[in-house]
């Protein structure tokens, strides 16, 4: 039987740029681990969400498309510090110049919705 095609959910957030360096994480904690426990290796394609955005459904491993980034998907592998809501870290490994020229932008983020995958 074919599977219901769920539609994406889409939002509008603030974007930020991070990096895997310890000075910007918690104290105490390497740079490249993130909330969740995973490992962060520079080139992945991963962000970090306000912790709000776990009540709209974006969980631990979810993927969402950015549209200022046409054609590629990131995966939700990390949680910001609570005082963010309505945002969207996006991790460029240990670039710290790209980052800043990144600097803080407002883009359409979708979520994938996919059933079948856990």
């Known amino acids: 039987r074919p599977r219901e095609v769920q539609e994406n959910r889409c939002m509008d957030l603030v974007l930020t740029a991070y990096n895997s360096l310890p000075y910007q994480t918690?104290?105490?904690?390497?740079?490249?681990?993130?909330?969740?426990?995973?490992?962060?290796?520079?080139?992945?394609?991963?962000?970090a969400i306000s912790r709000d955005l776990l009540d709209s459904?974006?969980?631990?491993n979810s993927r969402v498309l950015i549209s200022l980034f046409p054609g590629d998907t990131f995966r939700v592998n990390d949680k910001m510090n609570l005082r963010f809501t309505k945002r969207m870290d996006i991790y460029m490994g240990q670039d710290v110049k790209?980052?800043?020229?990144?600097?803080k932008q407002k883009a359409e983020v979708c979520f994938i919705v996919d059933d079948s995958v856990q």
């Not at 918690?26 to 962000?47: E, S």
């Not at 459904?57 to 631990?60: E, S, T």
């Open 98 to 103: 790209k980052a800043k020229r990144f600097g």
């Open 57 to 60: 459904g974006l969980v631990h």
């Open 26 to 47: 918690r104290p105490g904690t390497p740079g490249n681990i993130t909330a969740w426990g995973d490992t962060l290796v520079p080139g992945m394609k991963c962000v």
